[in-house]
Structures are given as C-alpha cells and as structure tokens.
C-alpha cells in the first residue's frame, strides 16, 4: 500500500525554527510537494521537490532524500500566521497526488 | 488574475436531498480534481478529468457524480448526501505536462448535512 506519515502536531515559539517531517512509502515517485493550509481553507503550495538536497525559499526551506523516502520542511523565523496546517504529498508512478493527513503547527508568542 | 472559483462557499442540505457543487477555472488547466477533507484528515481524491477523459476512484461512493460539459467548469452531485459526506469539498486543477505538477486549488466549498 501507499503510505504518507507525518506527525499530527507540533508547537513551536514565534521567532524560533521548526523542522516538520514526513516519509512516504508509494508505488513510484515523481516528486514530493508541501502544501499549506489554515483552518478551514483550501491547502496553498509552498515547495516541490523531485532531486535530493535542499530547497530554500525565504523563511521555507524543503529537504528530500530518495533514497530514505523522506523530505522535511524547515520554517524559519517563526510567525503567528505560520499556524497552520503543513501537508506532505508524493506524486506517484501515476502522477496521482498521495496526501498525508498534515501536521498541525501552533505558534505561541 | 487566474484562479480556480468554488461556489457556494458554504451549503447547507437536507438528509437525502440533492446538492450540486461548482467549480470553474480561469487558468486554462486540462486536469481538474474533486477532493472530499473530513476535520485533520488528508483530502480524498473523489474524482479527476483530464480533458473530458473520466477517472473515478475506486472507492468512490456512487452517491457521487461528477460533470464537466468544458474545459472551465467541473460540478460535483451528491444525489443523496447523508450526514457522513458532511466535509470540505475542494476542487483543484493542473496542467498535464512535464512542466508543473502543482495542483491549484479553489477556497473549497464546506457541506453541511443536516
């Protein structure tokens, strides 16, 4: 089977960094995304890996190992607003999005 | 600016009564994508399109239906919801290319099934 796991909550400090992981077990892979979602709104993208290494975008950073089956997404500086919701999906050997049920991140001041 | 629009935002039906959900996109994307998210749970594919080409999921219920008469508009048809397709439904599109994979996603349109 298909399988994406991510931790179901984290807290961390506004101000403070934050590593969110996710591995994944799929049928083929043709890449890994991160999305974004507040409380009761559609997920926003936020980064899109398909090589190893790192990936770094402002305050975002998104990592992936192939070879581990494992990606994490390191969030800088954080903001109250970056209270969210934080969802790992693979596109498979199907090009089909395989979603993980997201990690909800609370910010405290 | 492109977008992918949901309407209603928020529905309210009966047990058992039809509901209808829309979807339409101005970004010109051949895949579109009908989603159901319950509460802290990952968003189950219920159908896609590419183009007018049909794809249901496998253990999508056949209380669902879906339409998409062109290439901007998909509808999504609950012929008798019950309370347990109360959810978040989302729709999505992307580009069928080498390109971009990302999925675009509309503001979801929240059902309620009283």
């Known amino acids: 089977g298909q399988n994406i796991d991510q931790p179901t909550e984290m807290t961390a400090t506004e101000g403070a960094i934050v590593q969110i992981n996710c591995t994944y077990q799929?049928?083929?892979?043709?890449?890994l995304f991160w999305y974004q979602q507040h409380a009761g709104e559609a997920p926003t993208f936020l980064s899109y890996?398909?090589l190893d290494g790192l990936e770094e975008k402002g305050r975002f950073s998104s990592f992936l190992s192939r070879s581990k089956g494992y990606s994490y997404l390191l969030l800088k500086e954080l903001q109250m607003k970056d209270s969210a919701s934080y969802l790992c999906a693979v596109l498979d050997s199907n090009y089909q999005l395989i979603w993980g049920a997201g990690t909800k991140l609370i910010i405290k001041p | 600016d492109a977008m992918v629009i949901q309407n209603p935002r928020y529905q309210v039906t009966q047990f058992g009564k039809p509901v209808t959900l829309s979807c339409s996109q101005t970004?010109?994307?051949?895949?579109m994508y009908w989603y159901q998210q319950k509460s802290s749970q990952a968003p189950k594919l219920l159908f896609h399109?590419?183009?007018?080409?049909?794809?249901n999921e496998a253990d999508t219920p056949d209380n669902f239906q879906s339409r998409r008469p062109n290439t901007s508009f998909c509808f999504l048809d609950i012929r008798s919801p019950g309370l347990g397709d109360a959810a978040m439904y989302l729709c999505?599109?992307?580009?069928?290319?080498?390109?971009?994979?990302?999925?675009?996603f509309g503001p979801g349109t929240r059902l309620t099934v009283t």
């Open positions: 890996n398909v």
């Open positions: 799929t049928s083929g892979f043709n890449g």
């Open positions: 399109y590419y183009d007018k080409d049909f794809n």
């Open positions: 970004l010109n994307h051949n895949v």
């Open positions: 999505a599109t992307s580009r069928d290319d080498a390109i971009s994979y990302e999925q675009y």
